[in-house]
Nanobody, 117 residues
Framework: VLLVESGGGSVQAGGSLRLSCAASGSIVSNNVMAWYRQNPGKQRELVAKITSGGSTNYADFVKGRFTISRDNAKNTVYLQMSLLKPEDTAVYYC????????????WGQGTQVTVSS
């Protein structure tokens, strides 16, 4: 199974970007999909996550600005990012995880988001 991210890029502060992550290959869809981000020398941090039933959780630093959604039929998760700030600059990673059988924990390759002031 591969998670393929797209939609990263460069934008000015206050702008918007939409990230997408599609799972290729066979994957059991009853899972939690999430977006994380990481900067060099720092730990990877959770940005937002969504269950297959649509329940969401957001990190405090993105609440009110980012929206996570998913299309279960397409095994795809999205992250709509608005009111971007320079501190949102990072490599964003997609994750698909299932803690019950069949268990799995898949990561995408990451996509760079750069926000300039």
């Amino acid at each position: 199974v591969l998670l393929v991210e797209s939609g990263g890029g460069s934008v000015q502060a206050g702008g918007s970007l939409r990230l997408s992550c599609a799972a290729s290959g066979s994957i059991v869809s009853n899972n939690v999909m999430a977006w994380y981000r990481q900067n060099p020398g720092k730990q990877r941090e959770l940005v937002a996550k969504i269950t297959s039933g649509g329940s969401t959780n957001y990190a405090d630093f993105v609440k009110g600005r980012f929206t996570i959604s998913r299309d279960n039929a397409k095994n795809t998760v999205y992250l709509q990012m608005s009111l971007l700030k320079p501190e949102d600059t990072a490599v964003y990673y997609c994750n698909a995880k299932r803690d019950w059988r069949p268990q799995y924990d898949y990561w995408g390759q990451g996509t760079q988001v750069t926000v300039s002031s």
